[in-house]
């Protein structure tokens, strides 16, 4: 590999600004350069999880040893106390982290007959480069509490500008066809919000720490609920965003019930139980993100004037037409 074949690739990677295409990009690169090497490589789908490492791709190598599955769990459920780089054992050891937290590991068998010990420089550096794009993405992407996206790049998602929800996802490495085996028929995108009822209280009585802790255990019941190719976004406050993707009326009715049971089901420390209220919009033809997220909140009021720990569709408060109805000039476009 020559220096303008490294210079592609690292200037490749320090132009991508969706975090789910950039973790792509890194992982194909490392595979190719590798390809000939015995490896294994984890990745975290849900950073702060528990045991959230996964492997993803491995080469040659053995059946892992009981001393690399501790580490691989020790990485996937607390922040990481180890270097970038490390040797053990006649093996090499890459660390990409995000937050402290291990996003990726790669594990290489140096006794392997192919290994080539030139390589690990620039795997190192890719590393690097890949953990500060990385970094960058997540500083300006992410909700610090949270790990969920921010409002601006879930806007970005449903108008279509510059950010492709398909690379945002880290669905390539589990269900990368998961989306193409459904039918286009009778499915679209939903924008739903979701609201802690009572949070101000929750606030009040037990301190906007335990406040913090709930938000942050919704985020997780959120990432373990929804698809991979869904956006989780911390909207404002105690209130979430989703855009859920290609799905029918009825798909979106059942995942958010379920997840409302599962928040009504899930302990909370101190606090016991929460409860949810839902709002959801299904996506119509030229209306803008600003005008779904209207019609989601307005629909979340409905369901807390319901009496709370309720869903309610935006279609049953606002007087909707088919789509095939609208007529061009009915449609805003800027």
Known sequence: MNWQQLHLIFDTLTCQNAIGRLDTLAIDFLKDTLSDTAYRMYYNFH???????????????????????????????????????FEEDDH?????????????????????????????????????????????????????LTDLYNPNILTEAVNGNSVDIADMSVAAFKRSHALERRSAFNSADCIAMIDIDDFTLINERFSHTIGDEVLMKVARLLEITFRDSDMLCRYS????????????HEGVKDVLERFKEKV????????????????????????????LYERSIQAVKEAKSRGKNTIVNAADIFDDKPSSDIEVGEIELF
Not at 237 to 248: D, E, K, P, Q
């Open 92 to 144: 090499k050891y890459f660390i990409v982290l995000v937050n402290e937290h291990c996003s990726f590991l790669l594990i290489i068998d140096e006794t392997h007959e192919m290994f080539k010990p030139q390589l690990i420089q620039f795997v190192k550096t890719l590393c690097v480069v890949w953990q500060n794009q990385l970094e960058m993405l997540h500083y300006f992407q992410k909700d610090a």
């Open 264 to 291: 009504a089901k899930t302990h909370f420390p101190r606090i016991a139980t929460i409860q949810v209220s839902i709002g959801y919009s299904m996506t119509i033809s030229g209306m803008l993100a600003s005008e």
């Open 237 to 248: 406050g105690n209130t979430f965003a989703i855009l859920i993707r290609h799905i029918s």
């Open 47 to 85: 950073l702060r999880g528990v045991n959230a490492l996964e492997l993803v791709y491995a080469n040659e190598l053995q059946i892992p040893t009981e001393k690399e599955l501790r580490l691989v769990e020790e990485l996937g459920s607390a922040k990481c106390l180890h270097p970038n780089y």
